[in-house]
């Protein structure tokens, strides 16, 4: 079944530590997004990739970078967490229809 | 910019009653327009869309015209139940970008009770 998987979806950690968030998509899709929710429920865009090798900041300035070696993964990193880094962080991708799919996200919260 | 505006939650109430979300967007050239819907503990779910003017979403009872006069995307249902508790948000996404990202209203929360 074509769907969009993120892992861990709870993560709670220590300041300073690094992290990676997973994000895998087995629908093909080409574009990718990851977006941060705030606990105000606002959604904003962090990163987005066109495709393999090619990724962009999104409107939110975010200290967490991205890579796309592979069409289906699109990992988000933080090189040293932080408190103000507690969020959930949502990843989708877009089809050619212009809907875009989400994952059920994962929960950080630094401490 | 392009930005979304939707009335502020939460929206509380009783099951059978009539549910309107407002949204209004602000936006160059005419966008796609989207509805997604949140579960606790869960990620977006697109609920429905229309992509030009004049055109009704539908899905699971829920509907929402595209008024480019109004530049709103309201949000109804005629009889909602508890299990369309959640929180609702309304998203455009600008065709004559590349990257066509969302950008969404701040979230509207629906409590029904029984």
């Known amino acids: 079944e074509a769907d969009i998987y993120q892992t861990p979806r709870y993560l709670v950690i220590g300041t300073g530590k690094k992290i990676t968030l997973e994000c895998s998509q087995t629908?093909?899709?080409?574009?990718m997004y990851w977006y941060q929710q705030d606990p105000g429920m606002e959604l904003h865009l962090i990163h987005y990739?066109?495709?393999?090798?090619?990724?962009e900041k999104g409107d939110l300035s975010s200290e967490s970078t991205v890579s796309r070696i592979r069409t289906e993964h699109f990992p988000l990193t933080l090189e040293s967490a932080r408190p103000s880094h507690t969020s959930q962080y949502l990843c989708?991708?877009?089809?050619?229809?212009?809907?875009?799919?989400f994952g059920p996200g994962t929960r950080l919260t630094v401490l | 910019g392009n930005s979304v505006t939707q009335m502020e939650g939460p929206v509380t109430l009783s099951e059978e009653a009539f549910l309107t979300i407002n949204c209004t967007y602000t936006?160059?050239?005419?966008?796609?327009l989207f509805w997604y819907v949140q579960y606790p503990g869960e990620g977006l779910q697109l609920l429905l869309k229309?992509?030009?003017?004049?055109d009704k979403g539908s899905n699971k009872g829920f509907e929402a015209t595209y008024r480019k006069e109004t530049t709103s995307f309201h949000l109804e249902k005629g009889s909602v139940q508890v299990s369309d508790s959640a929180v609702y948000f309304c998203a455009l996404s600008d065709k004559d970008t590349g990257r066509r990202a969302l950008t969404f209203g701040s979230g509207t929360r629906l409590q029904v009770q029984p």
């Open positions: 229309a992509t030009k003017a004049d």
């Open positions: 989708a991708s877009r089809s050619g229809y212009n809907e875009q799919f």
């Open positions: 936006a160059t050239g005419y966008p796609s």
């Open positions: 629908m093909g899709h080409d574009k």
């Open positions: 990739s066109y495709g393999v090798n090619s990724t």
